[in-house]
């Protein structure tokens, strides 16, 4: 802490000497190369942090200077997902501060020269064993000139998985790089693991197979041309599913040789809203749903059994309903925001695989994403950050955002944009559920605030200013959340805390009032900072024990929201501080344990306590995490390092307790469950995707696709294999059930989705050398794999090839352009 102040005050005395001028500093950018190499997870080498038992993990970040020198009093900022401990720099008399959150700093107390190279030896906890855990746009900053981001460390945009990859990652090559610590015995799934996975060929599957499954389904001889169909004019919501057919090939429309599909409509003859049934003869088509949204579901469903080749639909009688009520998707626009384009394409997804509920994460620490009217702050500066250690203009640059404004990160959703979010959901029989947490991950509410009472202060309205402030002036209490803010949280124990709350909510009810589509549900976040109220006034005077503030935030809001009749949802452990309070409120959770650290007792905890329960398990629903144990598939991996689309389409959610004897903790290591048990059913399931590491539309995805297929059809369809792992033939018809849906997915889903321009990830080849011979197989069928012996001219496989034919390989969708990442035969990944 003194070695940092001393440099600080060493830096500030040198400010009058600097040289660099905008040109030079602009050059500089251009010029400075930045690379990172992790050097050892394993180790966890004693450093000066109380994390993790003041163990940490070693990198090397190495800057090298070209034409341009570093001027005394420069300063680089950067992102590093864990708090640097400990530095060690050769040869350069240099300073690294953590700011806030991820932000650091390297001030340089002496100018390095040109041609000049400085390694600065890293120690942090936790580890960094994928190359997604770099994070991108270092930038330089010198005096009152404009920032300049490094452009060594910018993203560099990969045309085979259409993926941005930070420039300055380098190799995880070594086990002690891509492993955790050395307890990790999770599989390296490299291309040789991937090989031994996959079957030796796919068979071909000829049966229809529709995604989701249904419940049940009869085929009889005979079938229909189906060039079109026409809808009944009576019923012109079904117009919103048009585009969502045409992605299957099925056209709509008035015209005389087009089919005429009989729907009617009456929820009395189902018991869920979600319900149809689906009749193919020789009088026609004819869909009985409970609801005009089932009626949609019947059409998808009937779009997936035209043969795309013959456009014939055979003779065929379906009865089909929901397992779940609650089939929930998560988006975190907060993080890093995408842009309204890739909510609108999620949507029309989500209604295509009979998904209903889009839980939508407005607000966090890092972005507050949609306009509330009489608090333009909240999207004047907590939708941006930017190089303003003030904050009073944007928030702090944060998960490798870098300094400038009008960063692809930044942004928010306006009232029309919302409402018309709102209405295109409505239409396909999803509700959205906006999400602003508390009252912890708070921070961009929280800053924006402070500048809202800074304004209004200067302004001489002090009243006013007060109004919507979240935090204590003069609370001295100290804290770190988990992301490693100390500023991140509100206040339980002020007015203006629910002030503000209820302002929010009731702009939120009149946004949906004013777009026809009630708000009904609403999810509080409930996540809480440990340490954050210690010293605060207010709460000390409160008379309420700190271990039960958050309790009692809780109640406070959940009573609020009841009053306007809206359910309040949260997550399951700050949900529980206030549970005794909450027997007779209108509440959900969504349980975010994992499977190895007890889900299923919370789980058991919440059904006994009678409140709807919505599986969010990280351990196998949390989509930001990789789809492998690979470090070059990207994400976060704090609860799994493997995700993938077989492990989605197996997870038994009723029977959660049996997948320990299928899978194991995160690193690797067996564990023991026992089953769910309550007095009150499962009421869904929803999967999750964080961005904190996915910054493009391409990156959102490439992670939501494939494996919201899988997700979808353990949402609806509960598979006859499900909670028979001790049967003699269960590991067979668990196979031969995902190989048809595989197949239904590879050959009917993947086509279209490529075709509306979604980057849905391809696995790659896995790859056997042996013998001096290279084979390949498929992990997915309907994928034609490739060879090159150059990395510019690639081949058809179709036999093994002598080693040394070829130097990589990729797999591509047949007859797309679509191929899976590329492998380098010649790397420790491939082998």
Same mark, same amino acid.
């Given at each position: 802490?003194?070695?940092?102040?001393?440099?600080?005050?060493?830096?500030?005395?040198?400010?009058?000497?600097?040289?660099?001028?905008?040109?030079?500093?602009?050059?500089?950018?251009?010029?400075?190369?930045?690379?990172?190499?992790?050097?050892?997870?394993?180790?966890?080498?004693?450093?000066?942090?109380?994390?993790?038992?003041?163990?940490?993990?070693?990198?090397?970040?190495?800057?090298?200077?070209?034409?341009?020198?570093?001027?005394?009093?420069?300063?680089?900022?950067?992102?590093?997902?864990?708090?640097?401990?400990?530095?060690?720099?050769?040869?350069?008399?240099?300073?690294?501060?953590?700011?806030?959150?991820?932000?650091?700093?390297?001030?340089?107390?002496?100018?390095?020269?040109?041609?000049?190279?400085?390694?600065?030896?890293?120690?942090?906890?936790?580890?960094?064993?994928?190359?997604?855990?770099?994070?991108?746009?270092?930038?330089?900053?010198?005096?009152?000139?404009?920032?300049?981001?490094?452009?060594?460390?910018?993203?560099?945009?990969?045309?085979?998985?259409?993926?941005?990859?930070?420039?300055?990652?380098?190799?995880?090559?070594?086990?002690?790089?891509?492993?955790?610590?050395?307890?990790?015995?999770?599989?390296?799934?490299?291309?040789?693991?991937?090989?031994?996975?996959?079957?030796?060929?796919?068979?071909?599957?000829?049966?229809?197979?529709?995604?989701?499954?249904?419940?049940?389904?009869?085929?009889?001889?005979?079938?229909? =041309?189906?060039?079109?169909?026409?809808?009944?004019?009576?019923?012109?919501?079904?117009?919103?599913?048009?585009?969502?057919? $045409?992605?299957?090939?099925?056209?709509?429309?008035?015209?005389?040789?087009?089919?005429?599909?009989?729907?009617?409509?009456?929820?009395?003859?189902?018991?869920?809203?979600?319900?149809?049934?689906?009749?193919?003869?020789?009088?026609?088509?004819?869909?009985?749903?409970?609801?005009?949204?089932? $009626?949609?579901?019947?059409?998808?469903?009937?779009?997936?059994?035209?043969?795309?080749?013959?456009?014939?639909?055979?003779?065929?009688?379906?009865?089909?309903?929901?397992?779940?009520?609650?089939?929930?998707?998560?988006?975190?626009?907060?993080?890093?925001?995408?842009?309204?384009?890739?909510?609108?394409?999620?949507?029309?997804?989500?209604?295509?695989?009979?998904?209903?509920?889009?839980?939508?994460?407005?607000?966090?620490?890092?972005?507050?994403?949609?306009?509330?009217?009489?608090?333009?702050?909240?999207?004047?500066?907590?939708?941006?950050?930017?190089?303003?250690?003030?904050?009073?203009?944007?928030?702090?640059?944060?998960?490798?955002?870098?300094?400038?404004?009008?960063?692809? =990160?930044?942004?928010?959703?306006?009232?029309?944009?919302?409402?018309?979010?709102?209405?295109?959901?409505?239409?396909?029989?999803?509700?959205?559920?906006?999400?602003?947490?508390?009252?912890?991950?708070?921070?961009?509410?929280?800053?924006?605030?402070?500048?809202?009472? =800074?304004?209004?202060?200067?302004?001489?309205?002090?009243?006013?200013?007060?109004?919507?402030?979240?935090?204590?002036?003069?609370?001295?209490?100290?804290?770190?959340?988990?992301?490693?803010?100390?500023?991140?949280?509100?206040?339980?124990?002020?007015?203006?805390?629910?002030?503000?709350?209820?302002?929010?909510?009731?702009?939120?009810?009149?946004?949906?009032?004013?777009?026809?589509?009630?708000?009904?549900?609403?999810?509080?976040?409930?996540?809480?900072? $440990?340490?954050?109220?210690?010293?605060?006034?207010?709460?000390?005077?409160?008379?309420?024990?700190?271990?039960?503030?958050?309790?009692?935030?809780?109640?406070?809001?959940?009573?609020?929201?009841?009053?306007?009749?809206?359910?309040?949802?949260?997550?399951?452990?700050?949900?529980?501080?206030?549970?005794?309070?909450?027997?007779?409120?209108?509440?959900?959770?969504?349980?975010?344990?994992?499977?190895?650290?007890?889900?299923?007792?919370?789980?058991?905890?919440?059904?006994?306590?009678?409140?709807?329960?919505?599986?969010?398990?990280?351990?196998?629903?949390?989509?930001?995490?990789?789809?492998?144990?690979?470090?070059?598939?990207?994400?976060?991996?704090?609860?799994?390092?493997?995700?993938?689309?077989?492990?989605?389409?197996?997870?038994?959610?009723?029977?959660?307790?049996?997948?320990?004897?299928?899978?194991?903790?995160?690193?690797?290591?067996?564990?023991?469950?026992?089953?769910?048990?309550?007095?009150?059913?499962?009421?869904?399931?929803?999967?999750?995707?964080?961005?904190?590491?996915?910054?493009?539309?391409?990156?959102?995805?490439?992670?939501?696709?494939?494996?919201?297929?899988?997700?979808?059809?353990?949402?609806?369809?509960?598979?006859?294999?499900?909670?028979?792992?001790?049967?003699?033939?269960?590991?067979?018809?668990?196979?031969?059930?995902?190989?048809?849906?595989?197949?239904?997915?590879?050959?009917?889903?993947?086509?279209?989705?490529?075709?509306?321009?979604?980057?849905?990830?391809?696995?790659?080849?896995?790859?056997?050398?042996?013998?001096?011979?290279?084979?390949?197989?498929?992990?997915?069928?309907?994928?034609?794999?490739?060879?090159?012996?150059?990395?510019?001219?690639?081949?058809?496989?179709? $036999?093994?090839?002598?080693?040394?034919?070829?130097?990589?390989?990729?797999?591509?969708?047949?007859?797309?352009?679509?191929?899976?990442?590329?492998?380098?035969?010649?790397?420790?990944?491939?082998?």
């Amino acid at each position: 802490m003194m070695k940092n102040y001393l440099g600080w005050l060493l830096c500030l005395a040198s400010t009058q000497a600097l040289a660099t001028t905008q040109p030079e500093l602009n050059q500089l950018g251009r010029t400075l190369i930045v690379s990172y190499q992790v050097q050892n997870n394993i180790a966890q080498v004693p450093c000066s942090t109380d994390i993790m038992e003041g163990k940490c993990f070693t990198a090397q970040l190495t800057l090298s200077t070209q034409d341009i020198p570093v001027t005394q009093g420069t300063s680089l900022y950067f992102s590093h997902m864990s708090p640097i401990a400990d530095v060690e720099a050769n040869n350069a008399n240099i300073t690294v501060s953590h700011i806030n959150g991820d932000l650091h700093r390297i001030d340089f107390l002496e100018e390095v020269n040109t041609n000049t190279s400085i390694a600065i030896n890293i120690k942090a906890p936790f580890w960094h064993a994928s190359r997604s855990d770099v994070m991108p746009n270092y930038y330089l900053v010198s005096g009152e000139l404009e920032p300049v981001v490094i452009d060594s460390t910018r993203l560099q945009h990969r045309t085979d998985s259409q993926l941005p990859v930070a420039g300055h990652a380098l190799s995880w090559t070594k086990p002690e790089q891509y492993r955790r610590n050395k307890d990790d015995a999770l599989p390296f799934e490299t291309a040789r693991y991937d090989y031994d996975q996959a079957p030796a060929q796919w068979t071909v599957e000829s049966r229809n197979r529709v995604i989701p499954q249904v419940v049940s389904q009869s085929e009889q001889l005979g079938f229909v =041309n189906l060039t079109g169909i026409r809808l009944p004019q009576q019923l012109p919501a079904l117009l919103a599913w048009q585009p969502l057919l $045409a992605q299957f090939g099925l056209s709509v429309g008035e015209q005389t040789d087009f089919t005429p599909v009989d729907v009617r409509i009456n929820d009395s003859d189902f018991n869920s809203l979600d319900a149809y049934r689906l009749t193919v003869s020789e009088t026609g088509i004819a869909i009985h749903a409970a609801s005009e949204h089932a $009626a949609g579901y019947a059409l998808v469903t009937l779009a997936q059994l035209v043969d795309p080749q013959t456009k014939r639909i055979n003779y065929t009688h379906i009865e089909d309903a929901p397992r779940f009520d609650y089939r929930g998707v998560h988006i975190d626009i907060a993080r890093n925001f995408n842009g309204k384009q890739v909510l609108t394409t999620i949507i029309e997804q989500m209604a295509i695989l009979k998904l209903n509920k889009l839980h939508l994460h407005i607000s966090d620490d890092e972005g507050w994403r949609l306009e509330i009217p009489g608090l333009p702050e909240l999207t004047d500066i907590g939708a941006y950050r930017c190089h303003d250690l003030s904050e009073q203009q944007c928030l702090l640059p944060q998960l490798g955002g870098g300094p400038h404004r009008n960063s692809p =990160n930044n942004g928010y959703l306006t009232i029309a944009d919302y409402q018309q979010l709102l209405v295109q959901a409505n239409n396909l029989g999803i509700e959205v559920i906006p999400s602003l947490d508390m009252p912890g991950h708070v921070r961009a509410a929280v800053k924006s605030m402070q500048v809202r009472y =800074n304004k209004l202060m200067a302004q001489g309205k002090p009243e006013q200013a007060r109004m919507y402030l979240l935090t204590e002036p003069g609370d001295p209490s100290q804290y770190r959340s988990i992301q490693f803010y100390n500023d991140n949280t509100l206040n339980p124990c002020i007015d203006s805390t629910y002030r503000f709350l209820d302002k929010v909510l009731n702009e939120l009810k009149v946004m949906h009032a004013d777009a026809g589509v009630p708000l009904r549900t609403y999810h509080m976040g409930a996540d809480e900072t $440990a340490g954050a109220w210690t010293q605060s006034p207010a709460c000390l005077a409160s008379g309420v024990d700190q271990d039960n503030l958050t309790g009692m935030f809780i109640e406070r809001v959940v009573k609020l929201g009841n009053r306007y009749g809206l359910t309040m949802a949260g997550w399951s452990d700050g949900m529980d501080k206030a549970l005794p309070a909450l027997t007779n409120s209108q509440i959900q959770v969504n349980v975010w344990d994992t499977l190895f650290w007890g889900a299923t007792k919370t789980v058991s905890h919440w059904l006994h306590a009678k409140v709807p329960t919505v599986l969010s398990l990280p351990d196998v629903l949390y989509f930001d995490f990789p789809y492998q144990n690979n470090p070059l598939e990207p994400g976060y991996y704090w609860a799994a390092k493997s995700v993938s689309l077989r492990k989605v389409f197996e997870f038994m959610p009723e029977d959660m307790h049996q997948m320990a004897q299928l899978w194991t903790d995160r690193m690797g290591k067996a564990y023991d469950d026992k089953p769910v048990s309550g007095d009150f059913p499962i009421a869904g399931m929803q999967s999750q995707l964080w961005t904190e590491v996915t910054r493009t539309p391409d990156s959102v995805e490439y992670m939501l696709f494939p494996r919201l297929l899988a997700f979808a059809e353990r949402a609806w369809h509960h598979a006859d294999w499900e909670g028979k792992v001790t049967q003699p033939h269960f590991a067979s018809e668990v196979n031969n059930d995902y190989a048809s849906f595989a197949h239904a997915m590879a050959t009917r889903h993947y086509p279209r989705l490529i075709a509306h321009d979604i980057n849905v990830r391809v696995p790659p080849p896995g790859v056997k050398q042996e013998n001096e011979q290279l084979f390949l197989r498929a992990l997915l069928p309907n994928l034609a794999l490739e060879y090159s012996p150059d990395g510019v001219h690639w081949h058809r496989y179709s $036999a093994p090839l002598r080693k040394g034919e070829a130097m990589m390989v990729r797999a591509r969708v047949l007859h797309t352009d679509k191929t899976s990442r590329v492998v380098q035969l010649d790397s420790p990944l491939a082998q």
